[in-house]
């Protein structure tokens, strides 16, 4: 017979739950048996997950990604009107040639929204606090299967995502 427990710990890290007595009074207390039973398997504690909004600014990665935003200077957009205060590098000169009228070419780039959960983003002072918002946020992400990266102080894990990032996450918490 399969049997869930729930036990209570005191402090994040592996934990080994050792020797449990089971006994049973049955039928209605007139039969008593028991038995130490020695549970050899260990469990990883995570922080408990305290609700936190996530930073206003999150750090977020720039280097590649699929929102597009105006103001870049990777890939040509589209064309308009030249006006004075626009560079002559970004003057289309072949328009120019064609049609004798000035236009600017307009670029576009793209931004990830790659998330880095750092330690300095979360709203307390407290250790275990700071693990515990932490921790919300992996499990938010995770589940809103959004990439991010955890940055802790000495350690720092890539931004991915899945059940294995989320664990590894998890783990270093």
Same mark, same amino acid.
């Given at each position: 017979?399969?049997?869930a427990m729930?036990l209570r710990t005191?402090?994040r890290?592996r ?7 089971l006994?049973?009074?049955y ?13 050899d398997?260990?469990t990883?504690v995570?922080p408990?997950?305290? &609700? !936190?909004d996530? *930073?206003?600014s999150?750090t977020?990665n720039r &280097?590649q990604?699929n929102?597009?935003t *105006?103001?870049g200077?990777?890939?040509?957009d ?16 072949k328009?120019?040639?064609?049609r ?8 576009h780039g793209? &931004?990830?929204?790659?998330?880095w959960?750092?330690?300095h ?6 250790f275990e606090?700071?693990l515990?918002y ?5 499990v938010?992400?995770?589940n809103?299967?959004? *990439?991010?990266?955890?940055?802790l ?6 931004p991915?995502?899945?059940?294995q990032? &989320?664990?590894? !996450?998890?783990?270093?918490?």
């Open positions: 017979t399969q049997v729930l005191s402090k890290g934990y080994q739950p050792g020797r449990l007595k006994h049973t009074l039928p209605f207390g007139l039969c008593r048996a028991w038995t130490w039973v020695d549970l398997m260990s990883l995570y408990k997950p305290i &609700e !936190c996530l *930073p206003a999150p977020v &280097e990604g929102v597009i *105006p103001d200077h990777e890939d040509f589209s064309l308009r009107a030249y006006n004075t205060s626009d560079s002559l590098k970004t003057v289309d000169w328009a120019y040639a064609r004798n009228t000035l236009y600017s070419k307009q670029f793209y &931004e990830s929204k790659t998330l959960l750092n330690w983003d979360a709203p307390t002072s407290d606090l700071k515990s932490i921790c919300f946020w992996v938010r992400l995770a809103g299967n959004e *990439p991010y990266g955890v940055n102080p000495g350690q720092r894990i890539e991915s995502t899945g059940k990032h &989320e664990q590894q !996450c998890l783990a270093l918490l």
